[in-house]
Antibody
Framework: QVQLQESGPGLVKPSQTLSLTCTVS??????????WSWIRQPAGKGLEWIGR???????NYNPSLKSRVTISVDTSKNQFSLKLSSVTAADTAVYYC??????????WGQGTLVTVSS | SSELTQDPAVSVALGQTVRITCQGD??????ASWYQQKPGQAPVLVIY???NRPSGIPDRFSGSSSGNTASLTITGAQAEDEADYYC????????????FGGGTKLTVL
């Protein structure tokens, strides 16, 4: 059973870079033709797809965040990561990592709350 | 605003059938997937593709699509089905970007 777990700082200062890592267990991140995504959800609001990466390193980003987002993968550690630069309070959200979106986002991490505040 | 539009709230009597809809231009070309989210939990995929249920999802959940509208139907709603439901699909740009609907709060009466 594939499991995903987000990790990273829960508090980031405005204008700084948010960095999160998703560790995949229960299978190799490189096995199968899967994409791996980041999704976020501000408190009381809906879901927003941030971007995805293939194990080859190929990426696609939400156009509204593209200028600030970098997603990378480390297959040796079975991890993929998110960096979001120049954060503001509007970036405060629960951040999820997930496998997908092809055939839906079938596996999700539990989510990690990141608060942007000085 | 989302490119996928959902009704904010829907209610259903226990044991009855409810349809939750999702509208968007991209749905004329791409299937929607559907997610159930309960408070404090990560979303769970309940329907993907034409009408596919992941392992462990009860068969009372089904999906369909017509024109620019995708639907999630729960036949015989149970108390545990009370949750937020989100649709998700490609956007209409033609680029590989994904969008979510704004979500529908389902209340089981």
């Amino acid at each position: 059973q594939v499991q995903l777990q987000e990790s990273g700082p829960g508090l980031v200062k405005p204008s700084q870079t948010l960095s999160l890592t998703c560790t995949v267990s229960g299978g190799s991140i490189s096995s199968g033709s899967y994409y791996w995504s980041w999704i976020r959800q501000p408190a009381g609001k809906g879901l927003e797809w941030i971007g995805r990466i293939y194990t080859s390193g190929s990426t696609n980003y939400n156009p509204s965040l593209k200028s600030r987002v970098t997603i990378s993968v480390d297959t040796s550690k079975n991890q993929f990561s998110l960096k979001l630069s120049s954060v503001t309070a509007a970036d405060t959200a629960v951040y999820y990592c997930a496998r997908g979106p092809m055939s839906g986002f079938g596996y999700w991490g539990q989510g990690t709350l990141v608060t942007v505040s000085s | 605003s989302s490119e996928l539009t959902q009704d904010p709230a829907v209610s259903v009597a226990l044991g009855q059938t409810v349809r939750i809809t999702c509208q968007g231009d991209s749905l004329r070309s791409y299937y929607a997937s559907w997610y159930q989210q309960k408070p404090g939990q990560a979303p769970v995929l309940v329907i993907y593709g034409k009408n596919n249920r992941p392992s462990g999802i009860p068969d009372r959940f089904s999906g369909s699509s017509s024109g620019n509208t995708a639907s999630l139907t729960i036949t015989g709603a149970q108390a545990e089905d009370e949750a937020d439901y989100y649709c998700n699909s490609r956007d209409s740009s033609g680029n590989p970007n994904w969008v979510f609907g704004g979500g529908t709060k389902l209340t089981v009466l």
